[in-house]
């Protein structure tokens, strides 16, 4: 090695030094960015006044539609009680079905409410990066649905636990009863939470891309509710399983399935899958669209 490359080493290693160092300062720049975007966003969804009503109508939707469901449900019309074959805990939480729908308007308000105020240009100022914005807002608003739907989901199994031995599901009849120290009612459960935060993402991803609220509504809820309905209509089975297999609402609720998994188009995760893969490509579509339309 030559003198000059002697004299270089040292100042090789402090450039190298300067650059890790301002590689850190850098990730830690975006990082107290970040925490500043998601502080920005809850402090505005907990400031208005919709958000309380939005999420006690979650729970509220929820657990009612969901009691309604097992008050109606008995054994009195099966062979016998055991020859019901009813999924109890799909039947206690049949109330997302309904809630879901809160969810959507929850999520599409998030951003598509700033647009039409007009409060979104204040909002890019403070956080000049369109995609964490958007990341900000989806952490905000899922961490929202979540405690909500947590609140939900408890509600619905407590009150078919409750009434569903009286309709005569119980334990003497094969129907234990409800509880999340039950493995496959722990994941309905815990996939149902994750359904609900995937709704909400989707929606959000949909609102990002047409800034328009009752455009984002109808995507939303049209994307979520036509299949069960085309599926309906549908007489050829291998279309129905189709639908139930790459449709959105058919496929994220196979998470709720805890009996005769054999018998389910598709695997209560894999159909979970397939929700985030919609929820995905929203929001991958509305931030790029955000980004071109908003620079």
Excluded at 71 to 86: H, R
Excluded at 102 to 130: C, H, K, W
Aim: proline fraction near 5%; glycine fraction near 10%; hydrophobic fraction near 50%.
């Amino acid at each position: 090695m030559s003198a000059r490359e002697d004299a270089l080493g040292p100042q090789h290693a402090v450039r190298a030094g300067h650059a890790v160092r301002a590689g850190h300062a850098v990730r830690a720049g975006h990082a107290v960015r970040a925490g500043h975007a998601v502080h920005a966003e809850w402090t505005k969804l907990r400031t208005l006044p919709s958000t309380g009503w939005l999420l006690l109508a979650l729970v509220a939707s929820t657990v009612l539609v969901g009691a309604a469901a097992t008050g109606t449900v008995g054994t009195e019309n099966c062979p016998t009680p055991a020859q019901c074959f009813e999924d109890t805990a799909e039947l206690s939480l049949t109330g997302v079905r309904l809630g879901q729908a809160v969810v959507v308007v929850l999520a599409v308000l998030m951003i598509s409410g700033e647009y039409s105020t007009g409060t979104i240009s204040v909002t890019f100022a403070a956080t000049p990066r369109r995609v964490t914005l958007l990341l900000a807002k989806a952490a905000v608003v899922a961490g929202a649905v979540l405690g909500a739907g947590a609140l939900a989901v408890l509600g619905s199994l407590a009150a078919g636990r409750a009434l569903l031995p009286g309709n005569g599901f119980t334990e003497a009849h094969g129907y234990p009863p409800l509880s999340l120290a039950d493995g496959p009612t722990l994941r309905a459960a815990v996939g149902t939470l994750l359904y609900l935060a995937l709704v909400a993402l989707l929606a959000l991803g949909v609102a990002a891309a047409v800034r328009d609220t009752a455009g984002a509504l109808t995507s939303v809820l049209t994307l979520l509710y036509l299949a069960p309905v085309l599926s309906g209509l549908i007489a050829d089975p291998q279309w129905q399983e189709r639908i139930q297999r790459y449709a959105p609402m058919p496929a994220g609720l196979a998470v709720q399935a805890t009996t005769h998994l054999e018998r389910q188009p598709i695997g209560p995760w894999a159909g979970l899958g397939v929700l985030a893969a919609y929820a995905a490509a929203a929001l991958l579509v509305g931030a790029l669209l955000t980004v071109r339309r908003d620079p």
